[in-house]
């Protein structure tokens, strides 16, 4: 290994998982020294921690290029997914702090896991090497399973992160018999170098070569929740904490949909003619059934569960439309459905009381009589995911369809907008409990709105609104980034 292989620019594009590390430790540390339950030191600290990351981030793409011999690479994608994920974890401190006080749980140890997860997922989101996916995949996927049984008294917590636990395993090795064959087939495991070998004139087996890629989409199908591989996802979302849930729903989803784009874009894209079909199947798959198993629940977690289904459908619909307008499309839905879930999940966690007692549909009747301002926050998350204008759910949905229109996939598009229509019906049945019943025993008992929980709910309004009245913002650096993704 050369002496130079390490310099202060590969330092600085690698600050954000550097801190996050770091603050994670720290965190561990304090825990027996403090010795105290659902201390707001950690939740702080943990704050100061992702908002150091975010400001690392940034900085890292004033230095934009390829770091430790090109396995990362800080492009404007990878700055992107990092900050969104960075945001994710921000959005996901803030309703903890009065969820873990409720549940009298241990907070060093939850405030670690978080950071050491999201440090995964920025690792996943910069990588150009597939050894270093999936070592952001596994720092990313482990936390997460211990986050999902984290209450331990709790048997719908220990079932979450069994069956997460046993089911992401076997995905993850799916995954790395793909990067196996990759290695065998060319030689390397660099997305360029992988690219390269492909499309040139000594490419190898074409069999072996489709072979590796199904089995990494079935690894990174897994994580998306994107069906066939969605099993998992309602009773892991059921069992979890509800912040957990949230964050499950939209930060490791965000990093896997980034390392799916850039795998498949960048090393996959010169047989993209083989891909094209299995994931368009997938994305069909994947709203219908998230869209007609949420018509069913009752259970408000388990909806939001199978909508995440779904909307991962919506996202699979850009990734088949193969082009720089549907890389863009994907990330900027993604964004916007960060916002959103993370919003409907905050409220959920504040009217579910201890022990989330109360989790059913029917408990959010009289929200709005009871507490205006939690309803007034619910409906704009649910119009959101309705995909209602001024929203950004409107105009993620509007750019990912027309990307697909644009590469010919019509029937995709008819589809995809009828199952839009399917799920309006789930999202308003909520509307209409808040508005329209009197109050029953959950919004009766709901205590006021803490800080955190009030920040967790207006801060995701403000963003979902935002993304809907001025999405050229976001979707011009997301516009800009997807072409440096190939």
């Not at 793409?61 to 690479?73: D, H, I, K, R």
């Not at 992401?168 to 997305?191: E, R």
């Not at 329209?436 to 609104?465: F, Q, Y």
């Amino acid at each position: 290994m050369p002496a130079n292989f390490v310099s202060a620019t590969d330092l600085i594009r690698f600050l954000p998982e550097t801190i996050l590390t770091i603050m994670g430790t720290v965190l561990m540390v304090l825990t027996p020294i403090l010795n105290r339950r659902s201390s707001r030191v950690f939740g702080d600290l943990s704050l100061v921690g992702l908002a150091a990351a975010l400001a690392g981030a940034i900085y890292a793409y004033s230095q934009p290029g390829p770091a430790f011999g090109g396995m990362l690479v800080v492009d404007g994608f990878a700055t992107f997914f990092r900050v969104l994920v960075l945001v994710v974890g921000i959005l996901t401190v803030l309703p903890s702090y009065r969820f873990l006080f409720r549940q009298d749980a241990e907070t060093g140890e939850y405030h670690a896991l978080l950071l050491f997860s999201i440090a995964g997922q920025c690792l996943m989101a910069a990588s150009n090497d597939l050894i270093m996916v999936f070592i952001g995949l596994e720092i990313s996927s482990i936390a997460s399973y211990v986050l999902a049984g984290y209450l331990r008294d709790d048997k719908r917590a220990n079932e979450a992160s069994l069956k997460y636990f046993l089911l992401g395993s076997f995905a993850t090795a799916f995954f790395l018999y793909g990067v196996a064959l990759i290695y065998g087939s060319t030689g390397s495991i660099n997305l360029t170098a992988v690219r390269a070998a492909i499309s040139g004139q000594n490419a190898p087996s074409p069999m072996f070569i489709g072979l590796a890629a199904a089995l990494m989409f079935v690894g990174l199908g897994f994580k998306v929740s994107a069906a066939p591989f969605q099993m998992w996802a309602p009773d892991v979302y059921q069992g979890a904490p509800t912040p957990v849930a949230a964050f499950l729903s939209a930060g490791p989803k965000a990093a896997a949909f980034a390392v799916l784009l850039r795998i498949f874009m960048t090393a996959f894209e010169p047989i993209g003619s083989g891909w094209e079909p299995v994931v368009w199947v997938s994305a069909l798959l994947s709203m219908t059934i998230g869209n007609f198993a949420a018509l069913l629940q009752s259970n408000v977690k388990r909806m939001l569960a199978y909508s995440s289904i779904a909307h991962a459908g919506y996202v699979l619909v850009a990734v088949t439309a193969r082009s720089e307008i549907g890389t863009a499309a994907a990330m900027f839905y993604l964004a916007a459905y960060a916002f959103m879930n993370i919003g409907a999940f905050a409220a959920v966690s504040h009217l579910s009381g201890k022990g989330e007692r109360y989790l059913s549909i029917d408990d959010f009747a009289g929200l709005g009589q009871k507490q205006p301002l939690t309803a007034a926050m619910l409906t704009i998350f649910m119009l959101s995911l309705i995909g209602v204008p001024l929203t950004g759910g409107f105009f993620g949905k509007f750019y990912i369809f027309k990307a697909a229109l644009e590469s010919h996939l019509v029937w995709l598009t008819v589809l995809g907008l009828l199952n839009s229509v399917v799920a309006a019906f789930y999202y308003l049945r909520i509307l209409v409990m808040m508005y329209m019943h009197e109050p029953g025993d959950a919004t009766s008992e709901a205590e006021p709105l803490s800080p955190g929980l009030r920040a967790a709910l207006i801060l995701p309004a403000v963003g979902t609104l935002f993304l809907g009245i001025f999405p050229a913002w976001v979707l011009d650096f997301a516009g800009r980034s997807s072409t440096l993704v190939k």
